[in-house]
Structures are given as C-alpha cells and as structure tokens.
C-alpha cells in the first residue's frame, strides 16, 4: 500500500518562497508510478497544481507555470515542489498524490490519482 506524508507547509507574506516535500513509501523503485501536486482552497474544488509522469515529464497548471518547479528523487523517494512569488491566491491545503501507471490521461485531474496524502497546509498573506 503506497503511503504518501507531506511536509513544508506553513505561512508566508506575498512574494516569498516555500518547499513543499513528499515521501513516499510502499511501493518498489521499480515500479511505474505518476505522481503530483494538488491543492484545495476552502470552499473549492481540488485542483492540479504539476504533475509528473513516471518517466519525469510534468504537466503545470497555469497558475504554477514560471513559480512552481516540481522535482523527483527516486533514491529518496521524494517529491518535491518549490513554490516561489506566492501570492495569497495560493493559499490552499496542498496534497501529494500517486497513481501507478507511466502515465495518466489527464494528469492534472484528481480523479485520475488513487493514493493521497493528507495534505499541508499553506497560507500567503498579502
């Protein structure tokens, strides 16, 4: 069973920087897994932040294009996402998520990822 624990949230004024941190634990290093970043503000829907195929290529939304880098660590088993210029639109609970498959249809869908985190959260004030 494929664990997800995130790490690295906390809260920031607008324009500054976190890291967010996902391990992952219960699957072999040999196995094909999609993975990725989703958020959820309240009073929203969860939403695609980036993904990452099991072969590295990542999908970002919009709002992360040119801000958020996400990056895999398959020793480690960890994926990160450094998130810079926040603004207060990005304060949201953030979740790591995994499917194990190469690939996903949609990877920014959170439908299509079976295996979640609980989340961390992030708050940027203006």
């Known amino acids: 069973q494929v664990q997800l624990v995130e790490s690295g949230g906390g809260s920031v004024q607008a324009g500054g920087s976190l890291r967010l941190s996902c391990a992952a634990s219960g699957y072999t290093a040999s196995s094909a897994y999609c993975m990725g970043w989703f958020r959820q503000a309240p009073g929203k829907e969860r939403e695609g932040v980036v993904t990452?195929?099991?072969?590295?290529?990542?999908v970002y939304a919009d709002s992360a294009k040119g801000r958020f880098t996400i990056s895999k660590d398959n020793v480690r088993n960890t994926l990160d996402l450094q998130m810079n210029s926040l603004t207060p639109e990005d304060t949201a609970m953030y979740y790591c998520?995994?499917?194990?498959?190469?690939?996903?249809?949609?990877?920014?869908?959170?439908?299509?990822?079976?295996?979640w985190g609980r989340g961390t959260p992030v708050t940027v004030s203006s």
């Open positions: 990452m195929s099991h072969t590295g290529g990542a």
């Open positions: 998520a995994a499917e194990p498959k190469q690939a996903v249809q949609r990877p920014l869908y959170p439908g299509e990822y079976n295996f």
